[in-house]
């Protein structure tokens, strides 16, 4: 079986700072998501990306940038930290896309 | 816009009590909405517990039930005697057929079963 891993399990930011999230997967997938949650909240699309070198944008994708260098990769940017933000961002793949999803077990984010 | 509600949580039921969790969703952009349902587990990721693509079909997993009522917009979980080991958030997620996998969720529901 294959693994989807998301490093690191938890980031702790300074307001304004650019913080980087990784996400890796061995089940050769094309299609890789990155979501956000929010306490109380359900799940919010950031972006995805159908295969190697695409990117799309989500409904929340203002404040990041996200690069799919290599199939198995997919990295998120938050590209200025807002303070007291805390969210878990979890990633997914899915083997083509309208394919069932794995989620990563996701990083929580913490901005003082 | 395209939307799901779930039951408020947390929610507290004792072991070999039935349980209903419930979900309406709005997909007024959806043309063909697939409804999901999502669970994680204490320490687990979020995994896929059954999903149904065709209205009025029923999806079912570890004793969960869910039926796909395009009436009532509704895809409610339902088990008929719970175990302690289904104490979890539970999400109800709506996509589309035809649009590049977005999944639209549910805010969520922990569900605690008392010994």
């Known amino acids: 079986g294959g693994i989807i891993t998301q490093t690191p399990k938890f980031l702790i930011g300074q307001e304004g700072q650019k913080l980087t999230l990784k996400c890796q997967q061995n089940?050769?997938?094309?299609?890789m998501y990155w979501y956000r949650q929010d306490s109380g909240k359900g799940l919010r699309l950031i972006y995805y990306s159908i295969t190697e070198n695409d990117l799309q944008k989500g409904d929340l994708s203002e404040g990041y940038d996200a690069s799919r260098e290599k199939k198995s990769s997919f990295s998120l940017t938050v590209t200025s930290a807002q303070k007291n933000e805390m969210a878990v961002f979890l990633c997914a793949s899915s083997i083509r896309v309208n394919s069932d999803y794995t989620f990563g077990s996701g990083t929580r984010l913490l901005v003082i | 816009g395209d939307s799901v509600t779930q039951t408020e949580g947390p929610v507290t039921v004792s072991e070999s009590e039935s349980l209903i969790i419930n979900c309406t969703y709005s997909?007024?952009?959806?043309?063909?909405?697939?409804l999901f349902w999502y669970v994680r587990y204490p320490g687990e990721g979020l995994q896929l517990l059954l999903k149904?693509?065709?209205?009025?079909q029923k999806g079912s997993s570890r004793g969960f039930e869910a039926t796909y009522n395009k009436e009532t917009t509704s895809f409610h979980l339902q088990k008929a005697s719970v175990q302690e080991s289904d104490s979890a958030v539970y999400y109800c997620?709506?996509?589309?057929?035809?649009?590049?996998?977005?999944?639209?969720f549910g805010q969520g529901t922990k569900l605690s079963i008392k010994p």
């Open positions: 997909a007024t952009s959806i043309a063909y909405p697939n």
């Open positions: 089940f050769n997938h094309d299609t």
């Open positions: 149904v693509i065709t209205a009025g």
């Open positions: 997620a709506l996509g589309e057929n035809y649009n590049q996998g977005k999944l639209i």
